[in-house]
């Protein structure tokens, strides 16, 4: 098990900002990418960006491309998600994940049901 706990979310206004945080207590070299994600109720769940940890390589959903950005630091296991620029759509329950099983790079990782390890989840909530 890789478990993985998200923090970082809140409340904001329309155009501001967060960072959302990702731990991941065994950080693993087995783990090929990690990604985040997000669900509105009612909604299938949409991958928004993921990172491979060999290369570093980053991939975005449409959706967020420009205003959000995905980062690791692998000193203290950690997986982040700037978000700027926030839009009242961008109100969701994000979550962290991590994908054990060897893919090449592409866009693999930004399909949750490629994914195997997952955090419980954060809200955002974007006022307008």
């Known amino acids: 098990q890789v478990p993985l706990v998200e923090s970082g979310g809140g409340s904001v206004q329309t155009g501001g900002s967060l960072r959302l945080s990702c731990s991941a207590s065994r950080y693993s070299y087995t783990t090929y990418c990690m990604g985040w994600f997000r669900q509105v109720p009612g909604k299938a769940r949409e991958g928004i960006a993921t990172?491979?940890?060999?290369?570093?390589?980053?991939f975005y959903a449409d959706s967020v491309k420009g205003r959000f950005t995905i980062a690791r630091d692998k000193n203290d296991h950690t997986l982040y998600l700037q978000m700027n620029n926030l839009k009242p759509e961008d109100t969701a329950t994000y979550y962290c994940?991590?994908?054990?099983?060897?893919?090449?790079?592409?866009?693999?990782?930004?399909?949750?049901?490629?994914?195997?390890?997952w955090g419980k989840g954060t809200l955002v909530t974007i006022s307008s």
């Open positions: 990172i491979y940890t060999g290369g570093g390589s980053t």
């Open positions: 994940a991590a994908r054990s099983r060897y893919t090449n790079v592409g866009s693999v990782c930004l399909v949750d049901s490629e994914m195997n390890y």
